[in-house]
């Protein structure tokens, strides 16, 4: 079994900063391709960001250029938020591909 939490939600106004960790334990030897969803109110989840193995990145169109996505140990990874906007609120989950984990969410808030 392989636990993910995430942390470092909040509130933030327009145009600030948030960085999001995720730490993985457990079942957690290997590297893996992991990705940051976002579901706001009355939306579908969608993906923010992903990235592979072998730490190639790619990203939600609506995020590019600001947000980035990136590993800081096997088992953590982290997306920094940067230039946020209103409509960057919503729930954001981490997921690991391989077994299909997905962490319990934490909420950022993008408001003046």
């Known amino acids: 079994q392989v636990q993910l939490v995430e942390s470092g939600g909040g509130l933030v106004q327009p145009g600030g900063s948030l960085r999001l960790s995720c730490a993985a334990s457990g079942s957690v030897f290997g590297i893996y391709a992991m990705g940051w969803y976002r579901q706001a109110p009355g939306k579908q989840r969608e993906l923010v960001a992903h990235i592979t193995a072998f730490d190639t990145t790619n990203y939600a169109d609506s995020v590019k250029g600001r947000f980035t996505i990136s590993r800081d140990n096997l088992n953590n990874i982290v997306l920094q938020m940067n230039s946020l906007k209103p409509e960057d609120t919503a729930v954001y989950y981490c997921?690991?591909?391989?077994?299909?984990?997905w962490g319990q969410g934490t909420q950022v808030t993008v408001s003046s």
């Open positions: 997921h690991r591909y391989a077994g299909d984990y």
